[in-house]
């Protein structure tokens, strides 16, 4: 997780008019201004976006620190324990800098428990409460009206660089998973209107973002709860589905990154846009753990011979699609035998990018009480032998890339080193902001001067190590 301090620059009041000598220049009041602590998954992330835009619109401006912020808003993630931990620890944080607290986010479905530790918080509301943290908002410091001043721009207020943006989906999961408690938190599935979806994404391309990543908390569910219901857009229907979303999305120019995708039959049908073009070649897909008996105690499906059947076929059709996914390991009940096959499932996957998490209970979850807990020097030596085996398949595939020219999205443009010479920090498409490697660009702006982040370049690898790609420009 990570904290996000919001630092966009704004202007506390606007410039006057003047009509003669006789007139003064009108001058408004400053607006008053709220500090954003974001914790959490890109899920969180959108919330707060949308929760800044709305304020915005009603005329507060941001602030970039505690001691400017007439409120601070801090946006808690309960998905672990230690998330939570980490959550009320930034409320302690955020109340002995500011003093003028207000909590949301999925943390909120615990409100006795922050105002039990922090009494001095202003109001708690839950995940998603856009309308509840707002109405908190105004009255612990109420919006001055100022008619005269566009304070949002036209893609919303945004917590990640211009040039991409998450897009969420739909809200809450219809899945039981026993280590999850996101149900309980953000209820069942609930999918966005796919026209409304479809114009927050060209108003945000418009807006200047070149790729988007696309999120929920399954996205190959999309449109289950609304039967797949049509839609109309520009002239023609379309479903409330992943497939027909992808391809919409496709149609934008931009990169589109698919991210939490079940492996559902139907995301079959969206490899074949990759192999085209039109979609970014990666997927983004939690397995979690691939023994049959510990997918069965996580409530997981578990044929993981077909899935890897599905992966090969994937591979036919685009060869350089990126998988990307996640494993608990120390489960309960997950014995050596388990642990093993799964190690020998991920030798037999080749997953371009893997995350592990140590199983940790959390309050609420089934799995809690399920029989045969993992010591944790067992967690411990686990954790350590699937990360030695990821790293090294990660260490051999992007080795078998040096010598290619791979097409990059820039995210900074670095310092000038002793040379005088100026490199950058860019991904490759089998690379997720935050989650994933970089690629390191040496001698960026002696063939690209005007290189900006967000400008999409061709790039000769040179080396590689475990997690990253290093190279230079291939030309303009």
């Not at 929760?51 to 808690?76: E, H, Q």
């Not at 997981?300 to 059947?309: Q, S």
């Not at 009940?333 to 499932?345: A, I, P, R, V």
Request: glycine share 8%; charged share 25%; hydrophobic share 40%.
């Amino acid at each position: 997780m990570s904290v996000i301090r919001i630092n966009h620059p704004t202007r506390d009041s606007a410039p006057g008019k003047s009509y003669g000598r006789a007139h003064m220049a009108t001058k408004f009041p400053p607006a008053p201004k709220v500090g954003m602590v974001s914790l959490g998954c890109p899920k969180a992330l959108v919330d707060s976006e949308r929760i800044l835009t709305k304020l915005r619109s009603d005329g507060y401006a941001m602030s970039p620190d505690y001691a400017g912020a007439d409120v601070v808003l801090v946006n808690t993630c309960g998905f672990l324990d230690s998330a939570k931990e980490e959550s009320l620890e930034a409320i302690g944080e955020a109340i002995a800098e500011n003093g003028r607290v207000i909590v949301t986010g999925c943390m909120g479905n615990e409100a006795d428990l922050i105002r039990e530790r922090f009494p001095q918080v202003l109001a708690v509301t839950g995940a998603h409460q856009y309308e509840a943290v707002v109405n908190a908002v105004h009255e612990a410091s109420p919006p001055i009206p100022n008619a005269f001043v566009d304070l949002v721009p036209e893609g919303g207020l945004k917590l990640t660089p211009r040039h991409y943006s998450y897009l969420k989906i739909s809200e809450g999961c219809n899945h039981r998973c026993t280590f999850c408690i996101i149900p309980s938190i953000r209820g069942d599935l609930v999918s966005r209107r796919i026209d409304a979806v479809l114009r927050e994404a060209e108003k945000l391309v418009a807006a200047g973002t070149k790729e988007l990543l696309v999120i929920s908390q399954d996205t190959s569910a999309y449109g289950v709860d609304v039967r797949h219901e049509p839609r109309n857009w520009h002239g023609r229907e379309i479903r409330t589905h992943m497939t027909d979303l992808a391809s919409a999305l496709g149609d934008m120019g931009v990169w589109t990154r698919l991210h939490y995708v079940y492996p559902y039959p139907h995301v079959d049908q969206v490899i074949p846009l990759m192999a085209e073009g039109k979609l970014t070649p990666y997927l983004d897909i939690p397995f979690q753990h691939a023994s049959p008996k510990v997918l069965k105690a996580m409530k997981r499906p578990g044929n993981d011979a077909k899935v890897l059947a599905r992966i090969h076929k994937w591979r036919d059709i685009c060869p350089d699609i990126a998988i990307r996914s996640s494993f608990v390991v120390g489960f309960p009940g997950e014995t050596e035998e388990d642990f093993q096959y799964l190690l020998d499932w991920l030798e037999e996957a080749q997953l371009d990018r893997v995350g592990a998490f140590r199983f940790e209970p959390v309050e609420g979850a089934v799995a809690n009480d399920l029989p045969g807990a993992v010591p944790e020097e067992v967690k411990e030596e686990r954790y350590a032998r699937i990360m030695e085996k990821t790293a090294a398949i990660s260490a051999a595939k992007l080795q078998a890339k040096i010598g290619r020219i791979l097409p990059v999205i820039i995210d900074e443009i670095g310092e000038a080193d002793e040379e005088g010479s100026i490199g950058g920090t860019a991904r490759s498409q089998a690379d997720a902001p935050e989650i994933d490697g970089n690629v390191f660009l040496r001698d960026l702006q002696d063939s690209h001067p005007d290189a900006k982040p967000g400008d999409i370049i061709n790039v000769l690898i040179e080396d590689a190590d475990e997690h990253d790609l290093f190279g230079a420009p291939a030309g303009k």
